[in-house]
Structure formats: C-alpha cells, structure tokens
C-alpha cells in the first residue's frame, strides 16, 4: 500500500511540473506576472507533495 501511495505522489508531482511549465510558457509573453504566479504557486505545491511523500515513507507502515 505505501508503494502505490508513494507512486501516486510522483505521478502527481509530475504532472503539477508540467502544467506548471506549460502554464508559466503560455501565459509568460503577455502576462508575465500571471506567469510568475503561476510558477510560484505550482513550486509550492510541489514542494508540499514532496514533503508529504517524505512523510509517508517515513512513518507509514504497512500491515503484514
């Protein structure tokens, strides 16, 4: 079970990266501080997910 939590994480983080890097590319020539916001609140997220995977490799436990 922490094996596939853990995965699904990932698989979110990466797609957090990529909308954020698709968001930040399309909205950057004309609004460039929507750009940067986007990019800002993207990195937060991610930086959360990162942190709650730490966590949940560290004290998850699986049941045997």
Do not use: H, Q
Not at 28 to 44: H, M, N, Q, R, T
């Amino acid at each position: 079970m922490k094996k596939i939590i853990v995965r699904i994480l990932l698989v979110i983080i990466v797609l957090i990266v990529i909308a954020t890097i698709i968001g930040y590319y399309v909205y950057e020539p004309d609004k460039p501080w929507l750009a940067f916001y986007i990019a800002c609140c993207g990195s937060v997220f991610v930086v959360n997910l990162i942190i709650a995977t730490f966590f949940v490799n560290k004290n998850f436990k699986d049941k045997k």
